[in-house]
T-cell receptor, first 116, second 115 residues
Framework: ELKVEQNPLFLSMQEGKNYTIYCNYSTTSDRLYWYRQDPGKSLESLFVLLSNGAVKQEGRLMASLDTKARLSTLHITAAVHDLSATYFCAVVPHLPSNFGNEKLTFGTGTRLTIIP | DSGVTQTPKHLITATGQRVTLRCSPRSGDLSVYWYQQSLDQGLQFLIQYYNGEERAKGNILERFSAQQFPDLHSELNLSSLELGDSALYFC??????????????FGEGSRLTVL
């Protein structure tokens, strides 16, 4: 059974600081996704990482994927209050045929709070 | 706006009752997924339909059932409701063909409260 672990679960950081959220998964996968969720709201897609070594950046967020280590990171640069949210990584296990099957297994989420 | 529409947004009902949650996927998307989000269980995959057929099943209780109709909208039926079924239920859609990246697009969710 695919397990996806994130750490830390909770993170309080000051504005202007840098930090990294880690996502480890237990089985072979070549597709990893990062989502953001504000309290009580929907999940917003942030990044789609489809190959080993993939790196994507959007504003102050940068995500990377190492499929050999089964690890993805979400790096936050010079945090601002608007980044306060819960961040989820999600993984699709590598199967011989994933046609039409994108069942995502989500991590536990990292609740990020940016303190002024 | 993801393009995925869910109704109702909020629902309050009593134990033992039955409710139906509805989802319209993004235009052109063939797959619909249902997820349950609760404080203690996180985001749990329930079931997936692809072009009208059940494709994958997760931790869905026998009291719950779903279907996807020819127009690709989907319904999740929850029956004999218990207090523990109170949660946020998300629908997501994906898959527009060969360019598909597997990215799921989520609706705003239906918040179910069972009293």
């Amino acid at each position: 059974e695919l397990k996806v672990e994130q750490n830390p679960l909770f993170l309080s950081m000051q504005e202007g600081k840098n930090y990294t959220i880690y996502c480890n998964y237990s089985t072979t996968s070549d597709r990893l996704y990062w989502y953001r969720q504000d309290p009580g709201k929907s999940l917003e897609s942030l990044f789609v990482l489809l190959s080993n070594g993939a790196v994507k950046q959007e504003g102050r967020l940068m995500a990377s994927l190492d499929t050999k280590a089964r690890l993805s990171t979400l790096h936050i640069t010079a945090a601002v209050h608007d980044l306060s949210a819960t961040y989820f990584c999600a993984v699709v296990p590598h199967l011989p045929s994933n046609f039409g099957n994108e069942k995502l297994t989500f991590g536990t989420g990292t609740r990020l709070t940016i303190i002024p | 706006d993801s393009g995925v529409t869910q109704t109702p947004k909020h629902l309050i009902t009593a134990t033992g009752q039955r409710v139906t949650l509805r989802c319209s996927p993004r235009s052109g998307d063939l797959s619909v997924y249902w997820y349950q989000q609760s404080l203690d269980q996180g985001l749990q995959f329930l079931i997936q339909y692809y072009n009208g057929e059940e494709r994958a099943k997760g931790n869905i209780l026998e009291r719950f059932s779903a279907q996807q109709f020819p127009d690709l909208h989907s319904e999740l039926n929850l029956s004999s409701l218990e207090l523990g079924d109170s949660a946020l239920y998300f629908c997501a859609s994906s898959f527009r063909g060969s360019a598909n990246t597997g990215e799921l697009f989520f609706g705003e969710g239906s918040r179910l409260t069972v009293l």
